[in-house]
């Protein structure tokens, strides 16, 4: 937490200087103070803590988990970054190895490279809010990456260490073969599919309560259940206690991988040559020949 | 979108619906795809919108974040408000913290909350609506109330729980504002009520519900098709007078939790307000309903200390005192009970200030007979020579006593402007509070008598929600005969946020009638020294037929000795005492 505060001015191009142990001090300026506080708010120097002793003896703003500075500064920042875009520098893969690994995967088949190039595959990172209501709310956030290729997603953990800030030119870009309304509903497919297989304790809980309170309604209604007022007061309820799993994405991320393409002579068993392209996306570990 | 510095990019709220972008069937549940927020980043695909990775990632951080503080099972907006609360004063109390954290965990946000007077009702229901709006399972709420408490829980959901709320004034106002307070007489009327009915609100709140006990009512049948997921319900009295009331409150917000009537009939109510069953019935009532009662567990009051401070009248403000007094006799004789009512306020006010009296009597001469007008010709006289009034004496000596702030209580306006003209000669700075007031001067003369009067001289008790608090010290110039209004003047002080004893200073002359009434106040009903809960209700449980005020005039009409008086006041006051453990122990035990 403490970290995020620091990143979020140093984001803001500001330096927050310690005062006293503890007690931190930075100028923030009218529109930093507008959108922390509201319109009203005008630039003054901010002091703030996370020790709620120091909070009360200097008045500086608390930061602590729920305290009113904690949750501005969170408010601001999740407005920020929506979209964005990263991607995976060539040089971090040994591009000799890919190309051996790449010709002895054709078995028996002897190739040779005639060209090879550089591209970018595109993945597309989106995180996903899912709010499952049963008697209570939960959230939870999930990050699923989609190739926007293939439209799959990606089974296991993207390697976000290795990406770099920033897109790539445009004309490196491999093609895509998925929209991307249809890659976040593959992505929202797959978490429902993953979450439906967990634990269900939370829907299950509702739905009792659901079926218990409809059977008192029926008692009051009863005899005269098919009136519209006992309609509007089941409607309510099942507005009220339906389990419901919701899932809205909150921010999305491109992601260019890269894509190293061959254009190779394969040599078959009788000695005849045909010219083939292959490409190779060491991410998603997928090849595919034309 | 607005670059307001280097790399931060203000963002509005999104203003379009969320649509609903898939729905699957699963057992248990139904699973929804939103499209809404999908749509905003495709729309900055679109316009090559990118932030820096810089503050993706942040932001992904601050997500984290923030939904693993919004899996506390605890209340989010006590940890919200905190500072606020800080600045403001506000102490919420344990039993208030239990209450929000039983409506929302429990009893899915479906609640009455009956507590008893003056243990936070509105702090109950602020908190619930603050931790609704801030867990994102409300958006559009509605707050009915007596148009009289519209302003107060305005400021209510201001000060304490910085909720912006509107006050309904207009037909397009139901559409417009989320938050709403509006008048529940206005509500239920054409052509709102319509447009209410066709609104599906997240949480609606009806203050003062006890007004909806009857299912008979255009109120009950409006509530009961107002479409809401969450409902509380306010009062602090679930049952008056049967329990159908309560059965009718319940089945506002749960209907069939009790059953049909007919079944709740035969199963719980023994008498109308004799409940069967009462420890099922108990256990049914505490699914929906949550009474905190003032006992050591909830509130711990500072003491009300009392100081009757007797005065004797001079000669010749006894003798007037007694000629007032045997016209009002002989003139109820003569006109019966009809015309009671002026009497009653002239033997009362003959106690508080002669001035106050005069005034009375000569509005009454307008529609005197001949006999009378006469007399009263005379008194008027007699009361317009009296120079001397040793009750405001007294009061100068009391007031020279006390060094800290000082509200003094009359019943009347005379009196009221008598009393300051006294002290302001005796130079003491003193302010005048009265129902007359706007809201906005009865703040304004708050936070004066607050920041630089040493005084203020009241007519009103009730006072609509305006607290002093920082005031611990009560003058009762005169007394009023009814113990709700004495109830409510204690009140203004006595209440949540006290933190020193409340001294009450109760003036009283000498050989009158407020010796009795202070008799029967104090030493039979003990009304100064503890808070009788639901007064209101015993009061009504009494079945008076007339007003309080009435039946004790009646006694000093029909009896002349003092001796005669005190039997007659001791009957009536052992009669509210069994009223009071009659209530208690019938239909309370229930609750």
Known sequence: MEQLVFDFFKLCSLNPVEIRKGVWQVQADDGLMKELDGWRSQGRLLQFTFDQRLAEIYGADLICPGSYRLNSILQVIRKQGRLSQAHIPHHYFHEPSIQKKILGGLGAQRAYVVNSSQQYAQYMEIEILTEVRGLHKKESLHTVVVNLFSGKVLKFPFPTHLLRAGGVPQGLVGRRGCSFKQAFANAAAHLHQTLAQGEQKWAEEAHSKLVLEESKLREFFVGNTGSDEFKAKQQELHRRLHPVMRMDALRGALLFTPLFRYRLVVVDADGSERTKNLSYDPIGNLQELD | ????????????????????????????????????????????????????????????????????????????????????????????????????????????????????????????????????????????????????????????????????????????????????????????????????????????????????????????????????????????????????????????????????????????????????????????LDQVMIRNRRDEETIQFTDRIVHPIVVSLSPKEQSIYTRVTQFVKESSKRQGLENILPLITLQREVCSSFLATALTLEKMMANMDSEDLAVAASLLKDLADVKQNSKCDALEELVAGLSDKIIIFTEYKASQEYIRYRLEKAGYSTLAFDGTLSRGKKQWVRHMFQQEAQILVSTESGGEGLNFQFCNQVVNFDLPWNPMRLEQRIGRVHRLGQTRDVHIFNLLTKDTIEEHIMYLLHEKINMFETIIGELDTILLHLNLGRSFESAIMDIFLAHEEKGEIREQLDRFGERFIQGQSEVKTTTWDIL
Not at chain 2, 8 to 19: A, F, K, N, Y
Not at chain 2, 193 to 211: F, M, N, Q, T
């Open chain 2, 1 to 284: 979108m607005l670059q307001i510095f280097p790399d931060l990019v203000r963002r509005s709220d999104p203003s379009e619906p969320t649509e609903l972008l898939q729905e699957t069937a699963f057992d248990n549940y139904k699973g929804e795809v939103l499209s809404g927020g999908f749509k905003r980043i495709v729309g900055d695909l679109r316009s090559k919108h990118f932030d820096t990775w810089s503050w993706y990632t942040l932001a992904k951080r601050a997500d984290a974040l923030l939904i693993g503080q919004q899996e506390t099972t605890d209340l989010l907006a006590v940890e919200y408000l905190k500072e606020r609360w800080k600045q403001v004063g506000v102490v919420a109390y344990p039993h208030q913290l239990d209450t929000a954290r039983r409506v929302i965990f429990e009893m899915q946000g479906q609640a009455i909350l009956a507590d008893e007077v003056g243990l936070g009702k509105t702090i109950e229901a602020g908190l619930i609506v603050k931790e609704y709006l801030l867990r994102g399972l409300a958006k559009k709420i509605l707050i009915l109330t007596p148009a009289s408490l519209l302003w107060q829980w305005y400021h209510e959901l201001y000060e304490k729980f910085a909720i912006t709320a509107g006050i309904q004034r207009t037909e397009w106002d139901w559409n417009h504002s989320d938050i709403l307070i509006a008048s529940l007489d206005t509500a239920k009327r054409e052509p709102h009520a319509s447009v209410i009915r066709k609104l599906p609100y997240d949480l609606l709140i009806i203050d003062e519900a006890h007004k909806l006990k009857n299912s008979s009512t255009i109120g009950y049948r409006f509530v009961n098709s107002i479409q809401k997921k969450y409902c509380l319900m306010l009062t602090a009295t679930p049952i008056q007078n049967d329990l159908k009331e309560l059965y009718n409150l319940i089945a506002l917000i749960q209907p069939g939790q009790l059953g049909s009537y007919r079944s709740f009939k035969d199963r719980f109510m023994k008498a109308k307000r004799t409940p069967k069953n009462p420890r099922e019935l108990k256990g049914l």
